[in-house]
């Protein structure tokens, strides 16, 4: 299947620095690219949807200018934790979107493993 | 946004017939019913997918009831590396799963 990369597996940092989470799709382009974060023993909850070419879509709840999301090419998505604080760990997870034939079955979802962040 | 009811947990023993079902009464027309496994530490992994009757796959088979309102995921013979959480999701093909939301999924646990 296909192969979504994210890294790095695992970050620990001080508070108040900002933290870069990559997320590549190794072989296929994703014009789409979504972000979740996962408290644990809970659910997945999605954070925002990137879009290659133009800004990421925020779900509500979430500040745009903390979590800032780039998404400048095909198969990388990237989502910078600005001035991390305590709160902010929590398990990271990217997924990208297969197109292969719009409005199919073959249309499908691929996640990245996972980043835990750890903010001291 | 279609939402999903599933079993907070499961037990099982290695070697059974696993089923899982997933309520989504509010289906709608264009979505398409997709189950994940997720572990500890790792990202959700595809495990099927499906739109009406059954799919079947290598891992595992999707039964999907006429009205659509329920969907359950079989996994024949389970063993101990099938625990994990099962997640049940319901999207729209149309939107490229702009709205793919994640309900509290099936913490599975398999025993020797």
């Not at chain 1, 014009?31 to 954070?47: A, D, E, G, V």
């Not at chain 2, 079993?7 to 979505?31: F, K």
């Not at chain 2, 994940?36 to 009757?53: A, D, H, N, V």
Request: glycine share 6%.
């Amino acid at each position: 299947g296909a192969v979504v990369s994210q890294h790095p597996s695992w970050v620990i940092c001080k508070s108040g620095t900002s933290v870069k989470i990559e997320c590549r799709s190794l072989d296929f382009q994703a014009t789409t690219m979504f972000w979740y974060r996962q408290f644990p023993k809970q659910s997945l909850m999605l954070m925002a949807t990137s879009n290659e070419g133009s800004k990421a879509t925020y779900e509500q709840g979430v500040e745009k200018d903390k979590f800032l999301i780039n998404h400048a090419s095909l198969t990388l998505s990237t989502l910078t934790v600005t001035s991390a604080h305590p709160e902010d760990s929590s398990f990271y997870i990217c997924s990208a979107r297969l197109l292969v034939a719009v409005g199919t079955e073959d249309e499908k979802l691929f996640f990245g493993s996972g980043t835990q962040l750890s903010v001291l | 946004l279609a939402k999903t009811t599933q079993p907070i947990s499961m037990d099982s023993y290695e070697g059974q017939e696993v089923n899982i079902t997933c309520s989504h009464n509010n289906i709608a027309t264009n979505d398409y019913i997709t189950w994940y496994q997720q572990f500890p530490s790792q990202g959700p992994r595809f495990i099927i997918q499906g739109y009406k009757t059954k799919v079947t796959n290598e891992v595992a088979s999707l039964f999907i009831p006429a009205d659509r309102k329920s969907s359950t995921l079989s996994l024949p013979r389970v063993s101990l590396s099938d625990t994990a959480v099962y997640y049940c999701l319901v999207g729209d093909m149309n939107t490229g799963f702009q709205k793919l939301v994640f309900g509290t999924g099936t913490r599975l646990l398999v025993s020797p």
